[in-house]
């Protein structure tokens, strides 16, 4: 059995995806590689959480949809971020610094 | 991801939802290759990795929002499945509600033209009406001061009018209005022109023989010709240029009456021979006046400005031949404005509470039906115990079941709403035309708006809910191990606690409906066979128009005795005579008389009806004579004044003793005025009805016609015929008559038609309270045969088990008869107190009975003791006739 790998918290991957299509426009299954590949293999997301998160952000607008050749021969479903979606990572990744500062200084606090 | 898609494009959403899932598979298998794996063994990796791929879709679809319209088509598709199955159910069920939300659409159509509606014109909530009717004299006072005092305002009437050439009448209904009536209403002909202010003035001649007509005489009377501008109608034996057609959605100024030709009000001064019709007679009353209020006016300053004009407006138009008391009153009179937006309400005062009492009727035969269908529904849902656990066992929630089956009832609503409408659209038009006389036609805008159609939909999604929710409630009480337990008998459910409130309800409420019926039939039958104090079945009426005529005016009288005369001798004619007046026609005509010994009886108490008759004609309407002798043809003009009364008038105005030479005087005008003649009275007759078949019988005064000194174009040769079918004489009377005279127009109508034409109300409220309260009988007994049938089946084993054990026929009956008893019972003893209490609000549409009337309540509880026992006791017999080893056997 594989080590046990951390649940994301609440929310989290939202971020993530957002981060990832931020640079380029990506089909779910490079999201899904991208992911694990700059995590180390620490993050490894189920299709079966994947794919609705992808559908809620687009809902939410934050994300577009666009079928697209790919390298495969076969049309693939793009997503990239719209304006909005910049607006919210920018937004997410400036209250997950500040979390994760104060989740720090909490955790560190005695240790020192 | 727009909404129209995930609604409307889920399959395509779909498609795509599976192309991208299918290609993160493809991509995986392709990478897991490229690492060396074999491509069996990829697939399979790349499988497991994913997970449920069915899983996946079906977050993504939660994600999406629209789950709830996937689970509806699914429950409709289940829906439609369940209902093909058990077809019986589906069309009882079905055609109950056609029949309730039907009847229901139906009435409510009524109300909404009659009470809902406005007037299809500009801004309709600006429009006022001066209250009351008014004559010439007085429009032409307001019409001078109409910038003063309003926006605008125009006058306008009904006329009934004549398009025959000559002979037999044809009637046209006549909408007589001034210039201003299509800016002041803001409506426009949609082929043509308007007349205007300018056509319609004094001595304008030709110009004002112009005349519009309405959208359904323009289809009816020339085929809707686009050509119809310039063509020519005979109204009167005058010719009429019709130069415009109004549109299909207006109906009238006022609600329920319809107008064939729309002529301007001068056009009156064409239509008659003396060229006056009446323009400046100030005591005749024929017009409405309506306004349409300036920017910014309320009712109340309207009716103030009025006021301030008043005296000027009065002074002007005082009635020449009035008595001094009343023109004090005329003077007094206040003038005031209310709110036409739904023009005057004359139909809605007629009719506003009988459509009214049919909407609550068939409300409830709505609600009965519903408890009818909850009933069974119930016992479905019982029968279907096993299917319900089955799929809850295989993880359908509770509220999922739920869902389906009030998508059930939904399905069950829906069709039968979608019935009804079709059968409303031709219910009120069936209804309109009952309503309907030839006296008083009743036109009404019957197409479906959306607010009938709004009211349709409300009623059946409500009526869904009524019947659906119990049975929707009951998958509370069922768990997933029934399915185990039950093996397919579909007990579980046995007997609900509702059915039993719910037969009770319905015997309760059909007891209303049965009293209602009782009501307005015992009322109708009443007033059909009242004694009139005269023979309505074998008289014929001939109505005269004699204003064409050549004659003039002082040998008038002796043209009706001429025409009563031919009438007379046309074969299969017993007897015939001429009359001003006919009876129960609506018109009437009276006078105050100088009551000897009583001079303080105020003016009013005073007032007998006239008519003005040639010889023998209480003969032809089986009247007697009681006293004293009949005119004859020595009673002329010039000859001493005679006079024949009723017994009414005897006994009201007569001190004790014979009436026969009795002089009697009509109670003088004004001062300048030659005083009435002393009549002696030479006959006297029964009573008789003269205006209305409900009130009493009362005083009455018959004139000789050849001694009336009034000029009458209209009358009546009322004809007794020998033969068995009056009707069967229109021919050869025509011809008899036209001899006389071609230019007199003829008018037939059975004295029966006459007289039920005034029960139209009573008629239409006796047809339909009878109807519906069958209806609701049968309902009720179909449902306390249906609860007490499944009772029997339920109780079959325990049935089969007392009988083994000795229990007789009797016992059985007793068992099965006495629980329906009790809901009989329970429901008669509720509806008679409901009935109670209910009788009083429909008090004056009664006649001849208390609202609380004995026998009627008495019959309907019997009516409904007897249908109850039938209902309850089919089954009860079926429960004797079990045979109790085959019972044994079976469990």
């Known amino acids: 059995m594989a080590p046990s790998k951390p649940d994301l918290p609440q929310g989290t991957l939202d971020l993530l995806v957002l981060k990832t299509v931020a640079l380029e426009p990506l089909h779910g299954y490079a999201i899904a590689q991208r992911l694990q590949q700059i995590s180390r293999d620490v993050v490894i997301v189920q299709q079966g959480t994947l794919y609705p998160a992808l559908h809620r952000l687009e809902k939410r607008g934050l994300l577009k949809a666009e079928w697209k050749p790919s390298d495969t021969g076969r049309d693939a479903k793009y997503y990239r971020l719209t304006r909005a979606g910049r607006v919210q990572l920018d937004e997410e990744r400036a209250n997950w610094k500040r979390l994760t500062e104060a989740v720090g200084f909490i955790l560190s606090e005695g240790e020192s | 991801m727009t909404l129209f898609n995930r609604l409307f494009r889920r399959s395509r959403l779909d498609r795509e939802l599976d192309a991208e899932l299918h290609d993160h598979l493809e991509r995986r298998i392709a990478d897991l290759r490229r690492e060396g794996i074999g ?103 307001v019409k001078a001061r109409q910038s003063q005092l309003f926006a605008g305002a125009t006058a306008w009437s009904f006329n009934k009018l004549d398009m025959s050439r000559g002979g037999q009448a044809q009637p046209v209904e006549a909408l007589v209005a001034s210039g201003e009536f299509f800016d002041v209403l803001g409506v426009q002909p949609i082929l043509g022109r308007p007349f205007t202010t300018a056509n319609d003035r004094r001595g304008a001649g030709a110009d004002l023989a112009v005349a519009l007509v309405s959208y359904a005489f323009w289809q009816r009377q020339f085929g809707g010709a686009v050509d119809v501008v310039g063509r020519t109608v005979s109204l009167n034996r005058v010719a009429f240029t019709v130069i415009g057609v109004m549109p299909p959605e207006f109906l ?97 005062s007629q009719f506003e509470q009988p459509v009214v009492t049919i909407m609550i009727v068939v409300a409830l035969v709505l609600l009965i039906a519903c408890a009818n269908i909850a009933n069974l529904m119930l016992a479905r849902a019982s029968g279907r115990t096993h299917e319900l656990t089955m799929r809850m066992a295989l993880g359908a929630s509770r509220g999922r079941l739920a869902r389906q089956l009030l998508t059930e009832s939904l399905l069950l609503s829906l ?31 019957l197409t479906l708006d959306w607010r009938v159609l709004a009211f349709t939909a409300a009623i059946a999604i409500l009526t869904a809910l009524l019947f659906g929710v119990a049975p929707a409630m009951t998958t509370r009480r069922l768990t997933p191990m ?94 015939a005579s001429a009359s001003l007046l006919t009876p129960v026609s609506g018109q009437g005509w009276n006078n105050a008389f100088d009551i000897p010994g009583k001079p303080d009886l105020s003016f009013r108490e005073r007032l007998a009806w006239l008519n003005a008759i040639t010889p023998g004609w209480h003969k032809v309407y089986g009247t007697k004579l009681v006293a004293g002798r009949d005119f004859t043809d020595a009673d002329r003009a010039g000859a001493p004044l005679v006079v024949i009364v009723n017994e009414a008038y005897v006994r009201r105005f007569l001190p004790p003793g014979s009436a026969l ?31 209305s078949v409900r009130d009493e019988l009362p005083a009455t005064v018959y004139l000789p016609m050849a ?26 009377l025509t011809d008899a008559l036209s001899a006389v005279d071609p230019d007199v127009s003829l008018s037939f109508q059975p004295l029966r038609d006459q007289v039920d034409a005034r029960l139209a109300r009573e008629r239409v409220m006796a047809m339909l309270s009878g109807f519906f309260g069958g209806l609701a009988l049968l309902l009720a007994g179909v449902g306390l045969y249906g609860v007490t049938s499944y009772g029997v089946n339920l109780r079959r084993a325990e049935i089969g088990v007392r009988m083994a054990l000795g229990a007789d026929v009797t016992r059985v009956l007793r068992l099965v008869l006495g629980r329906a008893a009790w809901l009989v019972v329970a429901g008669t003893a509720i509806g008679a107190g409901l009935s109670l209490w209910l009788a009083k609000y429909v008090a004056t549409l009664l006649y001849g009975l208390e609202p609380r009337d004995v026998a009627t309540f008495t019959g309907a509880v019997a009516l409904m003791a007897g249908v109850g026992t039938v209902a309850a006791f089919l089954p009860a017999w079926r429960a004797s006739r079990i045979d109790p080893v085959e019972v044994l056997r079976e469990g």
């Open chain 2, 39 to 141: 491509d069996a063994e990829a697939r399979r990796r790349a499988a497991a990795e994913f997970g449920g791929v069915d899983q996946a879709k079906e977050y993504c679809r939660d994600v999406r929002g629209t789950r709830w319209l996937g689970d509806l088509t699914t429950d409709v598709r289940y829906g439609l499945r369940i209902l093909a199955h058990s077809k019986t159910f589906a069309v009882v069920a079905i055609l109950s509600l056609a029949l309730g939300i039907g009847a229901n659409t139906a009435i409510f159509t009524l109300v909404n033209s009659l009470l809902l509606r406005t007037l299809p014109v500009t801004a309709p909530d600006r429009l006022v009406l001066i209250d009351g009717e008014w004559t010439n004299p007085i429009w032409e006072q």
């Open chain 2, 252 to 348: 009238g100024p006022a609600i329920g009456r319809g107008f064939d030709v729309l002529v301007p009000l001068h056009a009156v001064t064409v239509l008659d021979k003396e060229g006056t019709g009446g323009l400046d007679s100030r005591s005749y009353w024929w017009l409405d006046i309506t306004a349409r209020l300036k920017p910014g006016q309320s009712i109340e300053q309207a009716t103030a400005s009025l006021r301030g004009v008043q005296p000027q407006i009065r002074e002007a138009t005082l009635p020449t031949d009035w008595p001094e008391v009343h023109l004090k009153e005329y003077l007094r009179d206040g003038l005031k404005v209310e709110p036409a937006g739904q023009g005057p309400s004359w139909t809605r």
């Open chain 2, 415 to 445: 069709a039968g709403a979608a019935l009804g409408l079709v059968f409303a659209k031709w219910g009120s038009a069936l209804l309109v035309a009952q309503f309907s006389s030839d006296r008083d036609p009743l036109t009404l805008d």
């Open chain 2, 482 to 575: 029934d399915a185990l337990k039950e093996q397919g008998r579909g007990r579980a459910g046995g007997r609900h606690r509702l059915t039993g409130p719910l037969v009770v309800a319905q015997v309760a409420l059909s007891l209303v409906l049965v009293v209602g019926a009782g009501l307005f039939l015992r009322t109708f039958a009443k007033l059909a066979t009242i004694d009139l104090g005269f023979d309505r079945d074998p008289v014929l009426l001939v109505k005269l128009d004699t204003q064409r005529s050549q004659v003039t005016d002082d040998q008038r009288a002796e043209l009706y005795q001429r025409l009563a005369t031919a009438a007379a001798a046309v074969p299969g004619v017993e007897r």
């Open chain 2, 661 to 691: 030479g009795r002089i009697v005087q009509r109670t003088e005008g004004r001062p300048d005025q030659p005083p009435p003649p002393p009549l002696e009275i030479v006959g006297v007759v029964e009573d008789s009805a003269y205006r």
């Open chain 2, 707 to 732: 001694q009336s000194e009034e000029v009458f174009k209209g009358g009546a040769i009322s004809v007794r015929a020998a033969v068995a079918s009056p009707a069967t004489l229109v021919r050869s």
